[in-house]
């Protein structure tokens, strides 16, 4: 069984800084891409950021300069640093899996189950 979990999300005033994780645990093999999302109340869920196994990276316009993602490969984890967080970042936060294949054979994609991220202004 794979699940996603993630940490690290809480409530940060604006300017500041918080740093999310999120560990992919279960009979893998290898994971595709590892990104993180987010959704807003009223509002559908977008991507934030991205990386495949390469370490190609794909970002947002409204978190480039601000938000950095990292994976570890080996540990099968994704962080995101998130820098001059702003209100409007306020938002659940979500851990995304794509192109996950398990030792059993099988490829999916796999989510976290989010964690909240609040920006005091």
């Known amino acids: 069984q794979v699940q996603l979990v993630e940490s690290g999300g809480g409530l940060v005033q604006a300017g500041g800084s918080l740093r999310l994780s999120c560990v992919a645990s279960?009979?893998?093999?290898?994971?595709?891409?590892m990104g993180w999302y987010r959704q807003a109340s009223g509002k559908q869920r977008e991507l934030l950021a991205a990386?495949?196994?390469?370490?190609?990276?794909n970002y947002a316009d409204s978190v480039k300069g601000r938000f950095t993602i990292s994976r570890d490969n080996i540990k099968n984890t994704v962080s995101l640093q998130m820098n001059s967080l702003k209100a409007e970042d306020t938002a659940v936060y979500y851990c995304?899996?794509?192109?996950?294949?398990?030792?059993?054979?099988?490829?999916?994609?796999?989510w976290g189950q989010g964690t909240q991220v609040t920006v005091s202004s």
């Open positions: 990386m495949s196994r390469g370490g190609t990276t």
């Open positions: 279960g009979s893998i093999l290898s994971i595709n891409v």
């Open positions: 995304n899996a794509e192109g996950l294949a398990t030792r059993s054979g099988v490829m999916s994609e796999y």
